[in-house]
Nanobody
Framework: QVQLVESGGDSVQAGGSLRLSCAAF????????MAWFRQAPGKEREGVAA????????FYADSVKGRFTISHDNAKNTIYLQMNNLKPEDSAMYYC???????????????????WGQGTQVTVSS
């Protein structure tokens, strides 16, 4: 069993920055991919960024490219999402996810990931 615990969500002004963290606990040796998703009220969940835990492959939603950076600390079994130049439309609940595979064509599909965290709220005010 894998448990994912997110942290770092907060309320910030537009243009500000936040760093989200997601720590993985339990049977983590088989995890190959970790990702961030977000869901705003009344909207569908969308993939924000994903990364393979053993390499350097990263994927980003077009809406966050150049502003967000996903990284991974193997020693801590933790992924991070550095979010810069935040916009009000970035406001959402952010979820961490972990899976056993990562494909460029499907990284943003929630079905690719087997484990999910509880979420951390990000609110960006204008």
């Amino acid at each position: 069993q894998v448990q994912l615990v997110e942290s770092g969500g907060d309320s910030v002004q537009a243009g500000g920055s936040l760093r989200l963290s997601c720590a993985a606990f339990g049977y983590t040796s088989g995890i190959y991919s970790m990702a961030w998703f977000r869901q705003a009220p009344g909207k569908e969940r969308e993939g924000v960024a994903a990364k393979d835990t053993g390499g350097s492959n990263t994927f980003y939603a077009d809406s966050v490219k150049g502003r967000f950076t996903i990284s991974h600390d193997n020693a801590k079994n933790t992924i991070y999402l550095q979010m810069n130049n935040l916009k009000p439309e970035d406001s959402a609940m952010y979820y961490c996810a972990a899976g056993w595979t990562l494909y460029g064509g499907s990284w943003s599909r929630g079905s690719q990931y087997k484990h999910w965290g509880q979420g951390t709220q990000v609110t960006v005010s204008s």
